[in-house]
């Protein structure tokens, strides 16, 4: 017997609560487990909806443990310069639910994202499925709807079990940099990792795969070969052969050039665009020149991706001559190319940095921490509001300080930058908010 939504009186009549954020809240309560890797759920509510997934416009789909995210940034940036029509999943997202799921080129609006969250709520009734199962099958069911000439899909966890691998027949695949996270999940062999994220690749789809360190490359190698996938590696088929600060030269197919540097920041940034030039030279059907890859290089946008607040509540209480950044990155291979992007500006102008940071208790916070060390002038620990399975203040300023940092903790961000004002004041410096896409989210949230 299905189960009722939670509903409420309107005139005398009753009907389902339709906010949205009331309708996720629901869904979040239908399985026990927030994760559980398993595609049987995501067929059998597929299915109820009419199978939305065999009616998509051709799919890039993209699995990998950093920069999945700025991947389809570019993605999105160039194929829409060149007039495309691009729907994108993406998670989590920072601030609301929709922000995960843009239709040809928009948000989702909060009315349709309620009707779409309650048609898929009344189809499963009390099923037991996973919350980013039934979301993402809502998402499906709205690029299905919605015409559009391409979908830019990103895994959410793995890759072989994801709710996103029901797709049979991707144009492309893409693999960004594989390294340890989520081990609860996926385990701490790289390589087992690997074959997890390479389980979304398809039979006779080119799968394009980004830099990779060489053992996780001999992996994704033979997981191609097994699946008779067509693969495509960045140094032996396509490569970076050089980048300055305001320019970089790409070498592959037939987008060979000189771009300028793309509008996200880092030097890491640089290859996360050229996987996103390898993988658009892959794309059978579609007109993709020169001039549209520079205009999205100069065009992208990607929020807590080493973004810097110009603006807002946060911003008027800091002194004019501290320079904020913004960053979600929460893994060590996010933390070492945080702490190459800030070693490369201190060496060029000499600001200091302090940083404001919160991180989850699933992630292996020491050696994030070990490489903002070398960066660093204090730090201060926050918690992050709302996020149970956040590390409190004081346990992550003890982590801090064996990671080598002056650190302290404190209750909120607003009294972490009173506690760093006397050093902001001091010269011009840097300010890095750090360790938690939950962290960042919340930042932007209270800073508009």
Not at 63 to 84: M, P
Not at 398 to 417: F, N, P, R, W, Y
């Amino acid at each position: 017997m299905r189960r009722q939504p939670h509903q409420i009186k309107t005139k005398g009549l009753i009907v389902p609560d339709r906010n949205s954020d009331a309708i996720l809240k629901r869904l979040l309560a239908l399985h026990p487990k927030i994760i559980d890797l398993s595609l049987d759920r995501m067929v059998d509510i597929l299915k109820n909806l009419g199978d939305p997934e065999k009616r998509l416009p051709p799919v890039i789909h993209v699995a990998g443990t950093n920069g999945k995210g700025s991947l389809i940034a570019y993605l999105r940036a160039i194929l829409e310069a060149a007039g495309y029509r691009v729907h994108t999943y993406t998670s989590p997202h920072l601030v609301r639910f929709a922000e995960r799921i843009v239709l040809a080129g928009e948000t989702i609006s909060e009315n349709a994202l309620s009707d779409l969250l309650l048609e898929c709520e009344q189809i499963n009734g009390s099923v037991p499925i996973t919350y980013f199962e039934i979301t993402t099958a809502a998402a499906f069911k709205a690029f299905a709807d919605t015409p559009a000439d391409i979908l830019l899909l990103e895994t959410g966890l793995g890759g072989r079990l994801d709710a996103t691998n029901v797709v049979d027949n991707p144009a492309v695949v893409a693999l960004t940099p594989i390294s340890q996270d989520h081990a609860q999940f996926l385990g701490t062999d790289v390589i087992g990792i690997a074959g997890e994220k390479a389980g979304i690749m398809k039979a006779g789809a080119p799968v394009v795969i980004g830099p990779q360190s060489k053992p996780v490359k001999a992996a994704l190698a033979a997981h191609a070969a097994q699946k008779n996938a067509i693969p495509s590696f960045e140094g032996d088929n396509w490569r970076v052969l050089s980048q300055t600060d305001d320019k970089w030269e790409y070498e592959g197919a037939h987008l060979s050039g000189t771009y300028s540097s793309p509008a996200l920041h880092g030097p890491h940034q640089t290859a996360n665009a050229a996987t996103a030039v390898a993988v658009l030279e892959k794309l059978d059907g579609f007109t993709i020149t020169k001039d549209h890859v520079e205009t999205g290089m100069i065009s992208v946008e990607w929020p807590a991706r080493m973004q810097r607040l110009t603006q807002g509540n946060l911003i008027n209480r800091l002194p004019d001559t501290v320079e904020v950044w913004l960053d979600g990155g929460h893994n060590e291979a996010a933390g070492e190319k945080i702490a190459e992007c800030f070693k490369g500006w201190e060496a060029a102008d000499n600001l200091p940095t302090y940083l404001i940071s919160g991180m989850l208790n699933t992630k292996d916070q020491l050696s994030y921490y070990r490489h903002l060390q070398s960066i660093t002038q204090k730090a201060v620990m926050v918690p992050i509001e709302g996020e149970a399975a956040a590390t409190s203040a004081p346990e992550l300023a003890a982590i801090g300080l064996a990671a080598g940092m002056d650190c302290t903790a404190a209750v909120s961000v607003e009294e972490a930058v009173d506690m760093l004002i006397p050093h902001l004041m001091k010269q011009p410096c840097r300010l890095l908010i750090s360790g938690s896409l939950y962290l960042a989210g919340n930042i932007l949230r209270h800073n508009a």
